[in-house]
């Protein structure tokens, strides 16, 4: 599988048009949480109503009905921001916008947006508890520079795991290096999985360790100094 190129200003627009996309999604999403809101304050007044005249009064025939789908509804706004949060994170790898984020934090917003593919072969992807944040001098990598290769192996991997396995992903930092080990719920992947997760990595040009578990490394690239503008053109103002 090979990594798909993005050109640099390709990367930035479809960062920020969906970055964009995903805030605006998330105004909808205030406006459900409000409706939601005034849907119960019109139940809790009905039920006073009813407590107050002895039942002569109110009494909404639907009202356990109504309730279920209110938590049903709530449930998947909670669903949906979730996802739209982890979108807009994805997305702000490619525009360099956004908040900041650490590897893990990253790495658990690409799992949940990867869910759909996981569950297709019923297949629990889990990221190991990373150390205390605080505790971590995370390396200054570019969010786009790992997520990317991390999800190629991973899904690459996928059609070698066994139907209701697991993956599970741990990543550890050094001085200038993020390293994210691949391992099975059983221990290491398997030979024909752990090939096609390499196969992965190396066409996206990522650097591996030797021998098992299987491990990607991302290092600190330089710093690229700005180019310079372009002189304006005659009559440019």
């Not at 990367?11 to 970055?19: A, E, M, Q, S, W």
């Not at 396995?165 to 001085?175: D, F, I, K, W, Y």
Request: charged share 20%.
């Amino acid at each position: 599988m090979n990594m798909p190129q993005v050109e640099d200003g390709d990367g930035r627009f479809l960062g920020t048009v969906t970055g964009t996309a995903c805030h605006d999604l998330m105004n909808i999403y205030a406006t459900f949480t409000q409706a939601f809101g005034l849907m119960e304050d019109c139940l809790a007044a009905d039920a006073r109503t009813r407590r107050r005249t002895l039942g002569i009064k109110g009494g909404f025939e639907y009202r356990e009905r109504f309730v279920e789908l209110l938590a049903m509804m709530r449930g998947q706004l909670a669903r949906a921001v979730g996802l739209t949060e982890a979108l807009a994170l994805a997305a702000h790898s490619l525009d360099r916008d956004g908040r900041p984020a650490s590897p893990p934090e990253a790495l658990a917003a690409v799992l949940l947006l990867a869910e759909r593919l996981l569950k297709r072969r019923k297949i629990t992807a889990v990221l190991e508890a990373a150390p205390a944040e605080e505790s971590v001098a995370w390396p200054a990598i570019r969010r786009a520079d790992y997520l990317g290769p991390v999800l190629l192996a991973l899904l690459a991997g996928l059609p070698h795991l066994p139907l209701g396995g697991e993956v599970r992903l741990a990543c550890r930092a050094t001085a200038d290096t993020l390293a994210v080990t691949f391992t099975s719920g059983e221990g290491e992947l398997c030979n024909e999985a752990r090939q096609a997760c390499l196969d992965a990595a190396r066409a996206a040009g990522v650097e591996t360790v030797p021998g098992q578990p299987l491990t990607l490394v991302f290092r600190e690239q330089p710093t690229t100094p700005p180019a310079s503008c372009p002189p304006q053109a005659d009559g440019a103002s």
